[in-house]
């Protein structure tokens, strides 16, 4: 069911349910913003010459 229907009700194992699924999904969004942002920096940074990585 979804907390659109008119059947559902809030008891706790939704509230548990419900609480869990949204913590996974925001530590796995945080993760993907952050992994995002770095790899923009790290982008600009080799682009200015400030990388320091030492392609070949």
């Known amino acids: 069911m979804f907390p659109f229907a008119?059947?559902?009700?809030w008891d706790i194992s939704h509230l548990v349910f419900m609480g869990g699924l949204w913590?996974?999904?925001s530590i796995i969004g945080?993760?993907?913003t952050y992994c995002i942002i770095?790899?923009?920096i790290d982008t600009a940074a080799d682009e200015a010459g400030e990388g320091g990585h030492g392609h070949h």
């Open 23 to 25: 913590y996974a999904l």
């Open 38 to 40: 770095k790899s923009l």
């Open 6 to 9: 008119f059947e559902w009700v």
């Open 30 to 32: 945080a993760g993907m």
